[in-house]
């Protein structure tokens, strides 16, 4: 599970960083890499990225007992 929350914390990264290209600069870089919005392969990261928010949702929604409890000496 720790590496899924890697890939999807990774994923929520380029994400961020892309709308904030978009709403700064007017400039989808996704899009820029894998030829336009409307292909396939962008389409796949829009996805994915949006796959990637609901894991962290929920992840952040479930109970605390899947933490490593840290004890003092």
């Known amino acids: 599970m720790k590496s899924l929350n ?3 914390l ?4 380029v994400g961020g ?6 709403g700064a600069f007017q400039f ?3 899009a820029a890499l ?3 919005q409307d292909a396939m392969l962008a389409r796949v990261v829009y ?3 949006g796959l990637s928010a609901l894991w962290q949702v929920v992840s952040l ?3 605390a007992s899947h933490a ?3 004890r003092s000496p």
């Open 47 to 49: 996805v994915l990225v």
């Open 34 to 36: 894998f030829g336009g």
């Open 61 to 63: 929604t479930r109970p």
């Open 68 to 70: 490593a409890v840290v």
């Open 17 to 22: 960083l892309n709308w904030g290209l978009v």
């Open 6 to 8: 890697v890939v999807t």
């Open 10 to 13: 990774v994923l929520l990264i």
């Open 28 to 30: 989808d870089l996704v």
